[in-house]
């Protein structure tokens, strides 16, 4: 990177981390430190969820999700408007009529302590989990921009975010989010322009949309019912409504975003704002990718995008081997490129169309080809690079300073994704944990004193995790899966102490633990794709909690 990249990402990152904790010092009480003093605006609070969800695995993995697989991916979200509507009408009434510091406070008034902790530690487990990952991506990044050891950069980001969270709490968190959220939109609508004005002079934007679509990356939507295929219209509205209830409703990292606003009518147009936003910005996320898919029809790609994997596989004796499928990938992409522009001319000639369709198996066999000699070659390799996708087409092609400004968007979405979590999660096991279980008499101060302790005892956590971190299929998947088998179950726990008032907690405590193991080996099983698995946990511990509660009053009779 040249010294204007350099300059433009320090000063970026830089100002956040002063600003965050200049802005906030000094919180006076344990109001001010987790709910920012119920001082946030809804579009504070709105830019402010958003940002939450919106990590580094956002804008790192879902262009190449897009590259590979097109726009099916965006129907993750289409239950994400559902969702806010009903969290706007049920859930948001209830936690300020109570005035709850934790969405976990709420079942102990409608069961009892052992299933607000049994809650509380569900969601310490998957969050503290995810905020390892929400640290690992952008070390990945910089490990392929410096060369340096991912455990010296999941060091130096997670320190990054823990200064500001512990010194300001959430009104830090809030505060940074929304320069983040502006510097993540300036930078991704600077990539797109850019990569269209890249494109050949006679390829237009309806042009690479008609290219993309003849390749099978325009397919948005799918209403089929295989439930191998994990992106359809069902798993959106079905699976993704009901993940999105659990996050947004149940899982304190967002919760706490909303618990903020100085009423009710603030936090609920704040996650409107989210809801009918957060579609569409995912929408031009995964178009940013899909142009990139274009971008490299006319230009020269590698055969495998993770530059290590590269280097490990040609410094070994299968470098020729390798060498023999990299002029296979060359030949390939050249005959791409002529029917490519025959295509632009010619859209609705099949021929044309089915030739780019045989041309596209043929390099997706000699990329898996490809993988596997990586590994034979050097067995620790990462060979799934869809995670390098977006990162090698910035390093390498964009203008100088527009490189720094991308990789701080990455960077500031980490930061303000992690920081979030680290918030709730200090949070969470202040009040729900610690502070539920204190018998002493203390003061307000003493509990920031002991959050803040917690949040720095979280961010350590958080990078041991990312410390031992791999890629999975996809990170944002990865994230996914690890909410999927957690947030069934404890939706399900909620929605029951909201509509089923028969219920009582000793049998929702006992269902909640007998969904969780039997989640964990459904997925472990590969039954049921992980969108599923939100459904299925909570109709089980609905189920399984009516049921015990059915059975024990039977037994009393």
């Known amino acids: 990177m040249a010294i204007l990249d350099w300059s433009v990402l320090l000063i970026t990152l830089l100002f956040i981390v002063v600003y965050g904790s200049w802005k906030t010092k000094g919180s006076k009480n344990v109001k001010d430190f987790i709910k920012g003093g119920n001082e946030a605006k809804w579009w504070t609070i709105g830019l402010s969820v958003m940002a939450t969800q919106a990590s580094a695995i956002t804008f790192l993995s879902t262009p190449g999700q897009a590259f590979h697989s097109g726009m099916g991916f965006v129907q993750f979200y289409f239950g994400l408007p559902l969702a806010m509507i009903i969290i706007c009408v049920v859930f948001i009434p209830i936690y300020h009529r109570l005035k709850v510091y934790t969405a976990y406070e709420y079942l102990e008034s409608r069961f009892d302590l052992k299933t607000r902790s049994l809650a509380a530690i569900l969601f310490l487990i998957q969050r503290g989990l995810a905020a390892g990952i929400t640290i690992?991506?952008?070390?990945?990044?910089?490990?392929?921009?410096?060369?340096?050891?991912?455990?010296?950069?999941?060091?130096?980001?997670?320190?990054?975010?823990?200064?500001?969270?512990?010194?300001?709490?959430?009104?830090?968190?809030?505060?940074?989010?929304?320069?983040?959220?502006?510097?993540?939109?300036?930078?991704?609508?600077?990539?797109?322009?850019?990569?269209?004005?890249?494109?050949?002079?006679?390829?237009?934007?309806?042009?690479?949309?008609?290219?993309?679509?003849?390749?099978?990356?325009?397919?948005?939507?799918?209403?089929?019912?295989?439930?191998?295929?994990?992106?359809?219209i069902w798993t959106g509205f079905l699976g993704g409504t009901f993940l999105m209830l659990s996050y947004f409703g149940t899982d304190q990292s967002q919760v706490q975003r909303y618990l903020s606003g100085k009423s009710i009518r603030e936090s609920q147009l704040g996650l409107l704002f989210n809801g009918f936003l957060k579609v569409p910005m995912q929408f031009f996320i995964l178009l940013v990718g899909v142009m990139v898919f274009v971008f490299y029809q006319f230009n020269a790609s590698p055969l495998n995008f993770n530059p290590a994997a590269t280097d490990a596989v040609k410094s070994s004796v299968l470098a020729e081997e390798y060498h023999s499928l990299e002029e296979k990938h060359r030949h390939i992409s050249e005959q791409k490129k002529e029917l490519q522009f025959s295509f632009a001319d010619n859209p609705d000639d099949q021929s044309i169309k089915e030739q780019i369709k045989v041309l596209n198996q043929e390099e997706i066999d000699n990329r898996e080809a490809a993988k596997e000699i990586i590994l034979k070659a050097d067995p620790a390799q990462e060979v799934n690079d869809k995670d390098y996708v977006f990162i090698h087409f910035i390093l390498n092609n964009l203008p100088?300073?527009?490189?720094?400004?991308?990789?701080?968007?990455?960077?500031?979405?980490?930061?303000?994704?992690?920081?979030?979590?680290?918030?709730?999660?200090?949070?969470?096991?202040?009040?729900?944990?610690?502070?539920?279980?204190?018998?002493?008499?203390?003061?307000?101060?003493?509990?920031?004193?002991?959050?803040?302790?917690f949040t720095l005892a979280w961010g350590i956590l958080a990078i041991l995790v990312a410390?031992?971190?791999?890629?999975?299929?996809?990170?944002?998947?990865?994230?996914?899966?690890?909410?999927?088998?957690?947030?069934?179950?404890?939706?399900?726990?909620?929605?029951?102490?909201?509509?089923?008032?028969?219920?009582?907690?000793?049998?929702?405590?006992?269902?909640?633990i007998i969904t969780q193991v039997l989640i964990i080996w459904v997925f472990q099983m590969d039954i049921l794709p992980y969108l599923w698995l939100n459904l299925l946990g909570c109709a089980l511990v609905v189920i399984l909690s009516v049921m015990i509660q059915l059975f024990s009053k039977r037994k009393t009779v």
């Open 467 to 512: 410390s031992v971190a791999n890629l999975f299929d996809n990170l944002i998947q990865l994230v996914n899966i690890i909410g999927s088998i957690f947030y069934g179950n404890i939706l399900g726990i909620f929605l029951i102490a909201f509509f089923i008032k028969m219920v009582r907690g000793n049998a929702v405590f006992m269902a909640g």
């Open 136 to 232: 690992f991506a952008p070390a990945i990044i910089l490990s392929a921009v410096l060369g340096w050891d991912l455990l010296t950069l999941n060091i130096i980001i997670g320190v990054l975010v823990i200064i500001y969270t512990v010194s300001g709490g959430t009104k830090a968190v809030s505060v940074t989010q929304k320069q983040q959220m502006a510097i993540i939109f300036i930078g991704m609508f600077a990539a797109f322009f850019i990569i269209i004005s890249y494109l050949p002079e006679d390829i237009s934007f309806s042009k690479a949309i008609q290219i993309a679509g003849a390749s099978g990356k325009m397919e948005v939507l799918d209403f089929s019912f295989d439930l191998n295929n994990r992106y359809t």
């Open 400 to 453: 100088r300073g527009l490189i720094g400004l991308l990789l701080a968007v990455i960077l500031s979405a980490a930061m303000s994704s992690t920081a979030s979590e680290l918030n709730a999660l200090a949070a969470t096991t202040t009040m729900d944990l610690y502070r539920r279980n204190d018998k002493h008499e203390r003061t307000d101060m003493y509990y920031v004193k002991v959050t803040k302790w």
